[in-house]
């Protein structure tokens, strides 16, 4: 009997969704940076603020940036000295984030095209996992957590953001208004591209809330886990150490 997983609203087979989100990806790829100032209102660069002051890089540190491929989160923590790795499941993000990287005269990053619930690094390797905006969007977050923990160095750092569902009363139905009916408009207009953005929004309640999320960081071996909601849990940041 096949396995079904969430596409947005939609169930589909756990095979298809790796080649789906691909294509969703790479269709909004060149466009992503300046959608994601529409659709948060450039809050989205305060909150990636917060949560690297919340990594605390530091100089010597090997760093893995996972679903990082434009580059947001690295280059915040390259003024710290870290070694850091940059990877993504999609080249088309990585070829983004490279570009970038070039404009800016930014060097010293690795960039590695990885799947995040099968990564090609070694056991205990780095001392601290990032992943911004990105898990929800695996097939198996439990594996995607699972390697985590296992490239991951004794005393390592995992620090995961997401979207959530807003525990603030009458912000949160706004807020779902505005997910379902004016964002894939404004998706439309910027990069004529409404489904990508109608299946963003959809992701963002299909994916677990943070009570239950933070469950399986620590079903994934995770210590002291914490959990850190902004804007009343539309958006949290997630944390736990390897012990």
């Known amino acids: 009997m096949s396995e079904k997983v969430s596409f947005g609203y939609e169930d589909i087979e756990a095979s298809d969704k ?20 529409a659709m948060t209102g450039g809050t989205h660069r305060l909150w990636k603020n917060q949560f690297v002051r919340r990594v605390n890089p530091k100089s010597g540190e090997d760093i893995l940036d996972v679903a990082g491929g434009t580059g947001d989160i690295a280059f915040r923590m390259l003024s710290s000295g870290a070694n850091i790795t940059i990877s993504d499941i999609n080249p088309d993000m990585l ?28 056991d205990h390797h780095f001392d601290a996992y990032t992943i911004v905006f990105g898990i929800r969007n695996v097939t198996y977050i439990d594996r995607a957590l699972a390697e985590a923990h296992r490239v991951l160095r004794y005393g390592g750092r995992f620090f995961c953001m997401e979207f959530s569902q807003t525990e603030w009363p009458i912000f949160d139905r706004v807020y779902e208004q505005y997910s379902h009916k004016i964002l894939p408009q404004i998706g439309k207009i910027i990069s004529n591209d409404e489904a990508s953005y109608r299946y963003l929004a959809e992701s963002i309640d299909r994916f677990p809330d943070m009570q239950s999320f933070e469950t399986m960081i620590k079903a994934a071996g995770f210590t002291q886990t914490k959990v850190e ?15």
């Open 229 to 243: 909601p902004i804007m009343g849990g539309l958006v949290a940041i997630h944390s736990g150490w390897k012990t």
């Open 18 to 37: 790796k080649e789906r989100v691909g294509k969703l990806f790479s269709d909004v790829a060149a466009n992503y940076d300046v959608m994601n100032d």
């Open 95 to 122: 070829e983004v984030g490279m570009q970038r990287a070039i404009k800016k005269g930014y060097d010293g990053l690795v960039w590695s095209e990885q799947n995040a619930e099968e990564l090609n690094f070694p």
